[in-house]
């Protein structure tokens, strides 16, 4: 819409990316802000709480805890794309695709385990995970077949790409997206720590994206440019501000988790803009805290199945650490930092080519 106004009125401010960028994420974040105490007095009335798993006894305080604040910072960030971005741009429409689906899917997870009062009892694993690969095949083939999106692989350190995946990106894409959206829905456990770290990854990926999509920055840093690409970072920074609104009542002690329908919207968004920005693999740096995460369930899960012994005293590692008595804003905040300083190198490695 914006774009269209400055077509129209000649406001050629408003043809920016960064401009447009910036409204996006204060808009988003203010109208987070705004809609989340009527959503969390409304989920409190009708009892929409997270069940909560009773092995880490600090956690049975938030069994009142309404969930599902995820489809708040969702729709703020899906209004301020639709004010902000240009709807002409299918990487743009590729990128609110994949919020929607993978909401829709978090949410009827959620409403399961809400109605029946069970963590285990939302949809079936397997029911689950069809649905996510579906959605996911969408937006890949969406990126092939319709954006003409390039297959080229890239990896971090080399100038060209190591060869075109050609169809076959399309599984390969899948993998990322539906990796990364279950990495984030693992991590999201305490209050605040699957936040903070995306929205750090959302700055480090709109970066990257940004750069790949401007002819001038993406020559001087050897990245290949992708016309069109750099308008994603617009759907980017209002998924940020949308989830800086969110952790005003998300920080410790939690007012409101997002549960399923904003954790899986968020990490498959993650892995649609490494995709985008030619970073699948940088995504394990960026994206570390949540590499850890899903490790250490691998880890325990393998463990156990062979050995029978566990890595961990509880996974994820998160809970490893509350079961050793650390206080869990020293955990989350210790996190984050992690997560800070592994996306500070993700952006040097842009410059060593």
Not at 119 to 143: D, E, F, T, W, Y
Request: net charge positive.
């Amino acid at each position: 819409m914006l774009y269209t106004i400055s077509q129209l009125f000649g406001i050629n401010l408003l043809h920016y990316i960064s401009v447009r960028a910036g409204i996006a994420f204060f808009f988003a974040f203010c109208l987070t802000l705004m809609i989340l105490p009527h959503y969390i007095a409304w989920a409190r009335a009708k009892k929409a709480n997270q069940p909560i798993n009773k092995y880490v006894q600090a956690h049975e305080q938030k069994q009142h805890t309404p969930t599902m604040g995820g489809a708040v910072f969702i729709a703020a960030t899906l209004i301020s794309s639709l004010i902000a971005a240009r709807l002409d741009n299918w990487y743009v429409v590729g990128g609110l695709l994949t919020l929607v689906g993978f909401a829709a899917v978090g949410m009827s997870d959620d409403l399961g385990k809400i109605l029946s009062g069970d963590n285990l009892k939302g949809l079936s694993p397997k029911g689950k995970m069809n649905l996510l690969i579906l959605v996911a095949a969408a937006v890949s083939a969406l990126l092939v077949f319709v954006a003409h999106f390039p297959t080229d692989f890239y990896v971090p350190f080399v100038k060209k790409p190591l060869f075109d995946m050609g169809v076959f990106a399309i599984l390969f894409w899948i993998v990322v997206i539906i990796a990364s959206s279950n990495a984030v829905n693992i991590t999201d456990g305490l209050d605040g720590l699957a936040t903070v770290p995306s929205v750090i990854a959302l700055g480090t990926l709109g970066t990257i994206a940004y750069i790949t999509g401007n002819a001038v920055f993406s020559k001087y840093l050897l990245l290949p440019f992708i016309p069109g690409v750099g308008e994603v970072v617009i759907v980017a920074a209002a998924l940020a501000g949308g989830l800086l609104g969110f952790l005003w009542y998300n920080c410790y002690p939690a007012e409101i988790f997002m549960g399923d329908t904003g954790s899986l919207p968020l990490g498959a968004f993650l892995g649609y803009m490494a995709i985008l920005g030619k970073s699948e693999i940088l995504l394990i740096l960026i994206g570390i805290i949540f590499v850890i995460e899903t490790v250490s369930v691998i880890l325990q899960v393998g463990s156990w199945k062979i050995r029978q012994k566990r890595v961990f005293l509880m996974a994820p590692i998160h809970h490893h650490f509350e079961m050793k008595n650390w206080p869990e804003n020293k955990i989350i905040v210790r996190f984050w930092m992690i997560a800070f300083l592994a996306n500070l190198l993700a952006l040097i490695t842009l410059k060593i080519r």
